[in-house]
C-alpha cells in the first residue's frame, strides 16, 4: 500500500493532507475543447507557436493541442514549482528554449496562475525576443492571489485562492496524474 497518496471515496490524501473534488475531468475536457475551437479558429492563417510551461502544463497542453486541427508549432519551458511549498516563493526561475521567436504568434501554455509572477516573467522575456504576437492559454487562474495584470486570454476555469493538485498540478511531485482537480480541504 502506497503511504503517500491514498484515496478514501472521494477524498484524496497526499503525504497526510486531505484533498477534495473541485472540478471534475470530464468538465476539464469539454472545456479544454471549448478552448482548442477557439484557437483554432482565431489561428486560421497562422502557425501559432505554443509553448508549454512544464512541467505542470503538460498534461493541459496536450490536451489543448491535440484538439487543434491547424498546423502548430511546439515548444517547451521548465519553469520552477513550488517544490515542497503550498505558496509562491517570490523567485522565478525559467530559461527560454534556443529557437526563432521572431515574428511567430506565440501561445504561452500556462496550468496556473496564482500570483502571476511567473507567467509575467516569462511574457517579458519572450517580448524581448520580437514575436508577432504573444497570448497566454491557462487552465486555472486564482483572481483574488494576483499580485499583478495578467490578460489570459483561454482561460479554462476561475478558482478560489486554494491550494490544488492533480490534472498535471502536484504537491510534492505527488497528485499530477489525478484525472480530476482536487482542492486543499479546510478541516
Ligand atoms: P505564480 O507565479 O504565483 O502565478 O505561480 C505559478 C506556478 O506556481 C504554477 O505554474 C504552478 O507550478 C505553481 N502553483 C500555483 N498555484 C498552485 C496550486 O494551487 N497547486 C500546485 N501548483 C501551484
Do not use: H, W
Amino acid at each position: 500500500m502506497n503511504d503517500k497518496i491514498q484515496f478514501r471515496e472521494d477524498e484524496v490524501y497526499i503525504l497526510g493532507r486531505k484533498f477534495v473534488p473541485l472540478i471534475n475531468g470530464e468538465k476539464i475536457r469539454r472545456r479544454i475543447v471549448e478552448l482548442s475551437k477557439c484557437i483554432e479558429n482565431d489561428y486560421r492563417d497562422k502557425i501559432p507557436l505554443f509553448l508549454i510551461v512544464l512541467r505542470g502544463a503538460i498534461f493541459f497542453g496536450v490536451e489543448l493541442i491535440k484538439n487543434i486541427s491547424i498546423p502548430v508549432n511546439l515548444e517547451t519551458i521548465r519553469a520552477k514549482s513550488y517544490g515542497q511549498e503550498m505558496q509562491s516563493s517570490g523567485k522565478v526561475d525559467f530559461e527560454l528554449p534556443n529557437c526563432n521567436f521572431e515574428g511567430k504568434d506565440i501561445i504561452v501554455i500556462e496550468d496556473i496562475i496564482d500570483t502571476g509572477l511567473t507567467i509575467n516573467e516569462i511574457i517579458t522575456a519572450l517580448r524581448r525576443k520580437n514575436p508577432n504576437s504573444i497570448e497566454i492559454a491557462c487552465l486555472l487562474l486564482k483572481p483574488e492571489s494576483l499580485k499583478t495584470d495578467v490578460n489570459v486570454k483561454y482561460l479554462g476555469f476561475e478558482i478560489p485562492s486554494k491550494f490544488v493538485v492533480g490534472y498535471g498540478l502536484d504537491f510534492a511531485e505527488f497528485g499530477r496524474n489525478l484525472q480530476d482537480i482536487f482542492v486543499l480541504s479546510e478541516e
